[in-house]
């Protein structure tokens, strides 16, 4: 059973895509300006629990799920890791809010599905009005500049891209032990609601899933990298503002400088970092829907 938000429509709606029809799984609520929440690694649009009412009194608000996490579509992923590419994964959000009725909205994307944000600002910009992503500088940044401790703290981004099946089988030897050992950084696991987690734990331990997350870290470290360097060699940068929130315990903070890091790849660019670890909407959701309702005002 998904978690539900109180006084949200679960829908699924069924888009068209390169790799055939796509279920996306989202749920909506509230009125006013549309605002699409995109969820991260190894997560569903449960991550927006404490998030999406408070934002619902103001937005349209749609939270969905990614291709290939929670109740959306689960293909298998090509030998090029096209089905998992940021640019894939964000058309279907697109053709969803199309159906929705949305061809102009704001964005908001915690940890992949910032990457997938990312993607979808630069080859739709103008359907996306504003950008908010969480805890993440460019993709390309980040590997370009992995160094030692980078490695250390994210090694799961070098472990998830090795060849299908090596990170499935291992994964789905334990998942539960994968799952805690992953998510239980700064905050510790205590921060998701045991339904929260009965749902992260039903994805790690769905094969289709496990692939389909796999096959998202291997786009990233591939064909996402190719569709990043073109848009550099081409001198594209987004042109709606952006706002960045990164966490003072996390990662990101302690490698990367996010704020430099985007205003590479971005005209007018906004952050700061917040006192949490790496999970900001389920460690501090107050502060994402005041720093949501500032921005997109």
Same mark, same amino acid.
């Given at each position: 059973?998904?978690?539900?938000?109180?006084?949200?429509?679960?829908? #699924?709606?069924?888009?068209?895509?390169?790799?055939?029809?796509?279920?996306?799984?989202?749920?909506?609520?509230?009125?006013?300006?549309?605002?699409?929440?995109?969820?991260?690694?190894?997560?569903?649009?449960?991550?927006?629990?404490?998030?999406?009412?408070?934002?619902?009194?103001?937005?349209?608000?749609?939270?969905?799920?990614?291709?290939?996490?929670?109740?959306?579509?689960?293909?298998?992923?090509?030998?090029?890791?096209?089905?998992?590419?940021?640019?894939?994964?964000?058309?279907?959000?697109?053709?969803?809010?199309?159906?929705?009725?949305?061809?102009?909205?704001?964005?908001?994307?915690?940890?992949?599905?910032?990457?997938?944000?990312?993607?979808?600002?630069?080859?739709?910009?103008?359907?996306?009005?504003?950008?908010?992503? #969480?805890?993440?500088?460019?993709?390309?940044?980040?590997?370009?500049?992995?160094?030692?401790?980078?490695?250390?703290?994210?090694?799961?981004?070098?472990?998830?891209?090795?060849?299908?099946?090596?990170?499935?089988?291992?994964?789905?030897?334990?998942?539960?032990?994968?799952?805690?050992?992953?998510?239980?950084?700064?905050?510790?696991?205590?921060?998701?609601?045991?339904?929260?987690?009965?749902?992260?734990?039903?994805?790690?331990?769905?094969?289709?899933?496990?692939?389909?997350?796999?096959?998202?870290?291997?786009?990233?470290?591939?064909?996402? #990298?190719?569709?990043?360097?073109?848009?550099?060699?081409?001198?594209?940068?987004?042109?709606?503002?952006?706002?960045?929130?990164?966490?003072?315990?996390?990662?990101?903070?302690?490698?990367?400088?996010? #704020?430099?890091?985007?205003?590479?790849?971005?005209?007018?660019?906004?952050?700061?970092?917040?006192?949490?670890?790496?999970?900001?909407?389920?460690?501090?959701?107050?502060?994402?829907?005041?720093?949501?309702?500032?921005?997109?005002?």
């Amino acid at each position: 059973m998904a978690v539900s938000f109180q006084g949200f429509e679960q829908k #699924l709606i069924t888009v068209s895509s390169d790799d055939g029809p796509m279920e996306i799984a989202c749920q909506v609520g509230g009125s006013g300006p549309a605002l699409l929440l995109l969820h991260g690694f190894p997560q569903t649009k449960a991550i927006w629990h404490q998030v999406a009412p408070a934002l619902a009194k103001h937005y349209t608000v749609v939270a969905a799920d990614l291709r290939g996490y929670g109740a959306s579509s689960k293909p298998h992923g090509k030998p090029d890791h096209s089905t998992y590419s940021k640019r894939a994964m964000a058309a279907d959000q697109v053709a969803l809010m199309k159906a929705l009725g949305h061809e102009q909205f704001f964005l908001l994307g915690h940890d992949r599905g910032g990457r997938v944000s990312h993607r979808m600002a630069m080859d739709h910009p103008g359907s996306i009005q504003k950008l908010m992503v #969480l805890d993440i500088s460019p993709t390309l940044c980040m590997y370009e500049n992995t160094t030692m401790e980078f490695a250390k703290g994210y090694w799961h981004w070098f472990f998830l891209i090795q060849p299908e099946p090596v990170p499935e089988t291992m994964i789905g030897a334990n998942p539960e032990y994968w799952l805690k050992n992953h998510m239980g950084r700064h905050a510790g696991t205590g921060i998701f609601t045991p339904d929260r987690w009965l749902e992260y734990l039903a994805g790690a331990s769905n094969p289709q899933s496990m692939h389909a997350m796999c096959e998202d870290y291997r786009a990233a470290a591939t064909i996402d #990298l190719v569709h990043d360097r073109a848009d550099r060699e081409a001198g594209k940068i987004l042109q709606m503002p952006l706002h960045v929130l990164w966490g003072e315990h996390g990662l990101v903070n302690k490698c990367f400088k996010p #704020l430099d890091d985007w205003k590479k790849v971005a005209n007018e660019v906004s952050g700061k970092s917040v006192p949490c670890g790496h999970y900001i909407p389920e460690e501090m959701p107050e502060l994402v829907v005041a720093e949501a309702m500032k921005f997109f005002s």
